[in-house]
């Protein structure tokens, strides 16, 4: 559900990437069907990968959620959130507990902003991590 939301809005977002020169790439746990399924369809214009080990996510400092992190309040209310926008929980794949988080990487590979979720619906505000760099 909040990949599939996040995935949306990152896609509604696709006017400000190209005027910024920005590309977005997503990279999920799961098989590449997964990605090619989801991608296909919620964010056609952003390259997304998928691979069932977590290394990729543990290199840039992603760990497994705490249940608080996974169901707590706070999901609770994402989830009504992502629900408003028709996105609904279907099959999970990959590690459930993996937390997610989003990264701004210049083209030679130095990360310029992160936002490290602090629960599975927690998304970053997209405009406010643009202007962490200057955009």
Not at 115 to 127: A, L, Q, R
């Amino acid at each position: 559900m909040f990949c599939r939301d996040w995935l949306a809005q990152l896609e509604s977002h696709q006017n400000l990437w190209a005027q910024k020169g920005i590309q977005v790439v997503a990279v999920g746990l799961g098989k590449p069907k997964h990605a090619l399924r989801y991608c296909s369809r919620l964010s056609p214009s952003i390259a997304c990968y998928c691979q069932e080990s977590a290394e990729i996510y543990r290199l840039y400092g992603l760990k497994r959620g705490s249940w608080l992190q996974i169901a707590g309040p706070k999901v609770t209310l994402a989830a009504a959130r992502a629900l408003s926008r028709g996105h609904v929980q279907g099959k999970a794949t990959g590690d459930v507990k993996m937390m997610p988080g989003s990264f701004l990487v210049d083209r030679e590979g130095v990360i310029r902003a992160v936002h490290y979720n602090s629960h599975i619906g927690d998304h970053p505000n997209i405009e406010s991590m643009l202007s962490e760099i200057g955009g």
